[in-house]
């Protein structure tokens, strides 16, 4: 498909250059040149495209990970890098940026889960509130550091409260246990 679009695309170009031209009326052969219009590769062309960015590889990588940690817990609703800074040594790619997660609770009755049912049995006076929450779509942040070499990918975590401390981390780290 991408090759059929290139094509159109490439004929589309040249017949767009040689209408612009200047053609000798009085040449009677109708042969008409392409110079000046350089000729499409369509193999690199279609490498290009099909070429991802370390940004793409982290940010699939990134969905990847919280779909297999958090799905089976939340509806997923949106996943956002911002703050995005990507640095190479040696061959060797950082990149540090804000992760945003939004989920929110599967569609179900609040008063059939287990601790609102518990505080309106209880007559909690924050009952009505986590009954009210409990179908909100919630935002979970993380500040993150990716390392990719040629192993792959390998996740930090920033677990200083006031500064910056990388730390090895699964996503699965950020799900309560009891």
Do not use: H
Not at 28 to 54: F, H, M, P, R, S
């Amino acid at each position: 498909m991408k090759k059929l679009i290139l094509i159109l695309l490439s004929i589309f170009i040249l017949i767009g250059v040689s209408a612009c031209k200047d053609i000798d009326a009085s040449k009677e052969n109708n042969d008409i040149t392409n110079e000046g219009v350089t000729a499409i590769d369509l193999e690199k062309a279609d490498n290009i495209i099909a070429e991802e960015t370390t940004y793409d590889k982290i940010s699939k990588y990134m969905k990847n990970e919280c779909i297999e940690a958090f799905s089976p817990y939340y509806e997923l609703l949106d996943f956002k890098i911002s703050n995005y800074k990507e640095e190479e040594v040696n061959g060797i790619i950082e990149a540090t940026f804000f992760y945003t997660l939004i989920v929110k609770n599967y569609d179900k009755d609040p008063d059939t889960v287990g601790y609102i049912k518990e505080a309106k049995e209880s007559g909690n006076k924050n009952y009505q509130q986590m009954y009210d929450e409990y179908l909100q779509p919630r935002e979970m942040n993380f500040d993150f550091k990716v390392i990719v070499d040629e192993n792959g990918m390998t996740l930090y975590s920033n677990i200083s409260p006031n500064g910056v401390e990388w730390e090895e981390t699964k996503i699965t780290d950020f799900i309560l246990s009891e």
